[in-house]
């Protein structure tokens, strides 16, 4: 590896890991804003939010490469190109792509590293996390008994506290508890002037100590449920006990959400998407026999003897002993069009959800390509276009790169949507981002070379040379 090779690598790492950690954060914060809802409240521990935050992280790695190469390497060209650094190796006859080449290499093992990352590492995460977080969102939340309200979420009981206490609200006052344990209603009520709270067994049980209070039973009497009896028993001290086991983390099996397409790796999902397409043409053929059977073709040389004189003696009634026959006759064609009507309304809601299927497991085959491919996009624009403006640092390159993070992002929003509705082809609607924006990169790239300023654009190059001179020497 040559010097030159070594100083622009080196210009380029450091840029590329500060900006790649900076993506990640904000993709991460980003992310789990969305289930912040679910997460908050439920006292869920390090262990576990370590977890989420491990899983979510790998999981946005795949759109964090192409922003952070974009960004890593409009910075590096742009530094070299403000200190000069540029124009001194071009002047010692460098070409610019051979410039560009050794973070040209970089990003194509990016890419190819994504792609396996992508395909391998990716449907593991996201199975991890799922389901992960969906055990986090079935689990309850945190004890949180409040003062002058009803809680009712340990099972069976009903529990309200008017004043809490004591630095950590464990010494209580004017405490009332229903107890529906035994599926009665609210036939037993226990009452107490104070009291405190504690835990038992590692969080694992809840204990009441009340003091100077009163117990109330309302039962049945012997065998007839419609007497009932009462009774009252006065403490001074009691000890009650609940199981928090409704609060602990129960995970699901993991094997439950590996159908799901996001879990599953390219191999898996191309036997999914021949499946449904197989389902998908089983279906059709079903609709079309069933639309068969609802029409009915008579014709006189396949009719029988029978038939034929039964026919023959429908053509000597009179035309007023046929209009009750036209009226039958109407009826049974509106009745049959109806039918025809609700089979094709059925048929077409199951062709489509099954369409839906077999495209969003396409687009999860497409991305797995189109985001490693994107990272050489994103070095194409950011690299040539750095050595254009030549500014480094994080102001004018990080407004750069968001403008076209965000045109890349919208694009490919766009793109997924559309194929995942049949408007275009899957493969089209997922390749539109990288197709739209290549043509910049290489203007860029062919700019670069040419040591043209950004809008600095020779239009007689686009004409060939018999209709040059009406443009010649004209730019924009």
């Known amino acids: ?19 790649f950690a900076v993506v990640q954060f904000i993709l991460l914060t980003q992310y789990m804003l969305k289930y912040m809802d679910d997460i908050i409240g439920k006292d869920l521990g390090a262990g576990v939010l370590v977890q989420l935050l491990g899983f979510f992280s790998v ?79 079935q689990q309850k939340l945190a004890l949180d008994i409040r003062e002058g309200i009803f809680y009712n979420g340990i099972p069976g009981y009903t529990i309200k506290v008017e004043k809490k206490l004591g630095e950590n609200g464990d010494r209580l006052h004017g405490v009332m508890i229903y107890d529906h344990s035994r599926s009665t209603g609210n036939s037993a009520v226990i009452l107490a002037d104070s009291g405190r709270m504690f835990t038992r067994l590692g969080g694992q049980y809840l204990s009441l100590e009340l003091f100077n209070g009163t117990s109330y039973v309302e039962q049945p009497e012997g065998n007839n449920r419609t007497e009932t009896g009462f009774w009252r028993q006065n403490f001074k001290r009691n000890l009650i006990t609940f199981s928090l086991a409704s609060f602990s983390l129960d995970r699901t099996k993991e094997e439950l959400f590996s159908q799901n397409k996001m879990m599953q790796n390219l191999s898996q999902l191309q036997h999914y998407t021949d499946s449904l397409t197989q389902q998908v043409s089983k279906e059709r053929r079903r609709t079309s026999l069933e639309l068969n059977s609802y029409y009915t073709h008579m014709r006189v040389d396949t009719l029988g003897q029978a038939q034929r004189r039964r026919l023959a003696h429908w053509q000597r009634i009179p035309l007023s002993r046929l209009a009750p026959l036209s009226e039958s006759l109407v009826q049974n064609a509106t009745d049959r069009a109806r039918n025809v009507r609700a089979s094709i309304t059925s048929a077409q809601v199951r062709l489509t959800e099954l369409s839906r299927d077999t495209n969003n497991y396409r687009i999860e085959i497409f991305r797995k390509y189109t985001q ?22 994080l102001g004018v390159p990080v407004l750069i790169s968001i403008l076209f993070f965000i045109v890349f992002y919208v694009l490919s929003i766009i793109g997924e949507k559309y194929g995942r509705e049949g408007v275009m082809p899957v493969g089209l609607g997922m390749w539109m981002a990288n197709l739209i924006l290549l043509p910049i990169g290489l203007f860029f790239l062919n700019q670069a070379r040419r040591d043209s300023g950004l809008l600095d654009w020779d239009l007689s190059r686009l004409f060939p040379t018999g209709l040059r001179w009406p443009f010649r020497g004209y730019k924009v």
């Open 1 to 19: 590896m040559k010097k030159l090779d070594k100083l622009i690598l080196k210009a380029f790492a450091g840029p590329f890991v500060l900006t």
């Open 59 to 137: 999981l946005i790695v795949p759109v964090s490469l192409p922003l952070a190469v974009l960004l890593s390497s409009l910075m590096t060209y742009g530094t070299l190109g403000e200190h000069q650094e540029l124009t001194a190796i071009k002047t010692s006859g460098i070409s610019l792509p051979r410039i560009l080449r050794p973070v040209l290499l970089v990003s194509t093992v990016l890419a190819v590293g994504a792609f396996w990352f992508n395909n391998t590492i990716v449907p593991k995460a996201n199975l991890k996390a799922y389901s992960l977080l969906w055990d986090v969102r």
């Open 372 to 393: 490693s491919a994107a990272i050489l996009i994103m070095f194409f624009i950011g690299a040539p276009l750095g050595a254009i403006i030549k500014k480094g640092g």
